[in-house]
């Protein structure tokens, strides 16, 4: 018998494979990795500036002249009104409490001598105070000898100060209301430091022996400055160090049983209005406890995730002491990651060991102790009296690791995009493009940036113990790069894979770099025995879910806020996100109400309820962010108010909207919607590409064509507006170009009484073909991921969305500063010399409905709701909720000025804003961009004609035209054209026709 056949050994060989495959799975799942072998006695630095950035903090502390340079003790304090001859937008004023600070201006520039007796590396540090302004970040550049000195240097932020406005208070319902955050500026003392948080030490600058010149210049918001000097930190010692230095108050402990217990919902000031007290109600230990109602009763979560960031609590000690500290936290959102976060006590951090207190991942709260690992506490000496807590976002070393993280995608972008001008974006699979020969150094690099990703792998998985999920693409990708140095020949086939892998790999940076935790309270004890149990047991959770499942039978999730019952009140129904609603409600409850006395029931509803409750009878008084096309479809329909009834007070408050943020609204010389948002078109472009190909932004579409060969020879695109857009999974053509070329001829959607397109003209014609030509002639790509596509350098210009702005600055840290968006591209006018940049734009709106019960009141509200103040309460509330990808694009010009935009940014938008145009609305109008599209496609697929194509479709849009004209009781004239004096709108309740 052989001995394969043997049971005595299949058995145990069973028993082996499977030890062993649980041995291999368990090292797997548990993270436990090492790839040294892969870069061990590699020189990782070689080639790093051959296709990386060459103005890194790094590279620059690592510059050869810098080899021996010290780190000075000494002090270097500057006369702050010293200041040279070309400084500008500057003055001395008397500011918070101070008699004189420096105050620089938004647009200023501040210069300063300094005599430096030793050379070296020096910080700079800075005692500011946040002037009132719109409530974005204050920035500024810092200038070192009249240079940026390093990538970083260029962008220094300097957060605000923002407190409760007033009170909790609650509702008729008996939840709690949160307070509004308000501006409550106060001194701060910084380093200059990194505002992504990657470095967590301070900037260090060199400066030379003997005079160096040292600048700031304003970016966006004033600042007022009490105190600048150029010092170096003080190092922050170790506990051991710390406790041996203070030793005496060290060991002297509070009385036994002492505990001050201060609940994270009650801190008094913030880095930014979104870090407020929120609510939990998934956990019975949570402080207050509620299941029913919203009761505040924590702070932090997903809004407290971004380094820098932070939250001071103003405290009592009982009596001196040296207390342990222990915060009551739950970090739940990042599996496999830590959360940390700098304890600062008095505006300093004790010791080193209080600068990243640790939150592993875990469901539950947990009290976590400022400790060793051995479990003994660090004791924090507080005299008796009051004291200030400040909680901040750090990324500790781990920032360290992000920052390589970014600048590997940033590599491989390069090297992506020096592979697409030899093979395209589609190559041919069956084709050697001889890659190791065209690009021996893009092959070369690709083995040294899989030794790097390996090694940032192994960093990652030793600093937090375990194989982060995120960390999954990072693997993959040194593994193909590993392979393609190995195989060239097999980039081609892989080259779409492997830019997917290099965005997917820039979206886990985003979100390692995201470390957010909730806080229930923190504690100062006398010792670790003091402290409250937290711990909540399985039969504990089970009964809570079954009472909050019980609950839930008898809560209306969609009535917000106050409701009033059996009363004459105004039902206002918004077409939005929870956040939205709910930050609506609280704005009339906290001051629509109490100013005007009406009542206001508010009703979160999915946008296809609307239309049918008022067939039905039972809609709204008001109706708030609807599309921009409602108003006046549902004017035809004879369920919208006509709002110049309210004459005076509409055209005092239209002064404040554009015209064409509500000619869309407009039909048979009334008005039946009010602006919301408007949204419109500009041009995005890469800097660092636009360089690298020798292009310059262009200003007309003569100048588009001309830089297209180049970028086409590169194997890049530029992006137009296409009608096969994609949302989703769903086609949803998007015409803005084809409109903008209309109007930028000349032309226009509709004649004047619109009865008829007029795309059909000379200069519609034009612009037709020139659309098309785009696609057919210049092959401009017709279906594109515009995010992903720029974000990886194959689409570094084109038109679109301002919104993406917002998108670019939170989501692609990695081409952070390279990137900038302009007007868009627009027809010269010959004879003046005028460039026409008309763009479309399209957002939201507000509509009082028939039969509204109580119109004057309804139109009370809508004033109110359409104004500046409101609206700019709006937008900083929503995006103090969602963050700065949400930033409110409201149609109202006033309040744009005061919405958290730079001020380049803000000057590009309000000049491009002057070119914005609506397309009206009317009767059978949904026809127009549907045969458009068609006539479009035709011509582009099926090689037709273009004037002919559009005038066949411009017959057929014509048709309908008449057709709905004829179904909505319009008087039909012998020459076709519109009798808008005679037309009776269509009554929703009668049996005509079209009903």
Known sequence: MSIFKSKKFIVPLIVVLVVGGLVLWTNLSSGVLDYHEKYEGIDLQLGETELGRTDTYIQYLNKEEFKDADVPNEILPINLFDYEKGSYGIKKEAVGGENAALRMDEKSKAEWTVDVKTAGFYNVYLEYYPMPGRGVDIERSFLLNGKVPFRGADALTFSRVFVDSGKIEMDNQGNQIRPTQKEGPCWQSVYLSDATGFEAEPYRFYLKQGINKISFVGINESIAIRKLEISNQAEILPYAEFAKKNEAAVNQKPKANTLVKVQGETAQRRSTPSLYASYDRGSGSTEPSSIGKVVLNKTGGTQWRVAGDWIEIDFEAPEDGAYVFALKGRQSYNRGFVAMRKIMIDGAVPFLEASQLRYEFSSVWNMEVLQNEGGTPYRIPLTKGKHTLRMEVTLGEFGTFLSELSDRVYNMNQMYRKILVITGSAPDIYRDYHLEKALPDVVEQMGLESKRLYKVIDDVIAYTGT????????????????????????????????????????????????????????????DVSSLPEVNETGFDRAIRETQMFGNSFFSNANRLGNVYEGQESLDVWIVAGRDQSSILKTMIDDTFTPETGITVNVKLIDVLTLLPAVVAGTGPDIALTVAQTEPVNYALRNAAEDLMQFGPELEELL??????????????????????????????????????????????????????????????????????????????????????????????????????????????????????????????????????????????????????????????????????????????DPKTGEINRSVQSWGTSSMMLKPANQKEDAWEFLKWWSSSETQVRFGRELESVM?????????????????????????????????????????????????????????????????????????????????????????????????????????????????
Request: overall charge negative; glycine content about 6%; proline content about 5%.
């Open 655 to 828: 002064k404040e909207y554009p015209e064409s943020s509500y000619e869309a609204f407009k039909f048979n010389g009334g008005l039946y919607g009010l602006p919301e948002t408007q949204n419109y078109n500009v041009l995005f472009y890469r800097t660092d590409i636009c360089e690298e190909l020798g292009i310059t932004v262009p200003q007309t579409w003569d100048d588009v064509i001309k830089l297209l060969p180049v970028l086409q020879r590169n194997n890049m695109q530029f992006a137009v507006p296409s009608i096969e857009r994609k949302i989703g999974n769903t086609i949803n053509p998007d015409l803005a170009n084809y409109y903008a070329q209309l109007y930028q001829r000349g032309g226009r959607l509709y004649n004047e009484d619109h009865s008829k397109t007029d795309i059909s003209s000379p200069a519609g014609i034009d612009a037709f073909e020139f659309y098309t030509k785009l696609f057919t002639s210049y092959k401009l790509e017709l279906q594109y991921d515009f995010l992903n596509r720029f974000r990886s350098g194959e689409m570094p210009i084109g038109v679109a969305d301002y919104s993406n702005f917002n998108t670019f600055a939170v989501f692609a840290p990695e081409i952070d500063g390279l990137w900038e968006f302009d007007l868009v591209p627009g027809m010269k």
């Open 883 to 995: 963050g700065k990808s949400a930033r409110y694009a409201t149609a109202n010009q006033v309040a744009f000025d005061q919405l958290a935009w730079g001020t380049k940014e803000s000057e590009i938008l309000k000049e491009q804003w002057k070119w914005a145009f609506s397309l009206p609305e009317v009767a059978g109008g949904y026809y127009t961009p549907r045969h458009v599209t068609n006539a479009i496609r035709k011509v582009i697929n099926d090689k037709e004609d273009p004037r002919e194509t559009l005038l066949d479709y411009v017959v057929t849009i014509d048709d309908e035209l008449e057709n709905k004209r004829s179904e909505f009781n319009f008087d039909i004239t012998g020459t076709g054209s519109l009798d808008y004096k005679n037309w009776k709108p269509l009554d929703m309740n009668s049996k005509k026709k079209g009903e």
């Open 467 to 526: 194989n982060n999920q995120h960390l999954a693409v990072a693997g993959t990708l040194a593994a193909q790069l590993e392979a393609f140095h190995e195989d060239p020949a097999d980039i081609p086939q892989k080259l779409k894979n492997f830019k997917t892998n290099i965005s997917s790999l820039g979206t886990s940076i985003n979100t390692l770099r995201e470390t957010a935790m909730d806080v229930d309270y923190v504690c100062f004890a006398d």
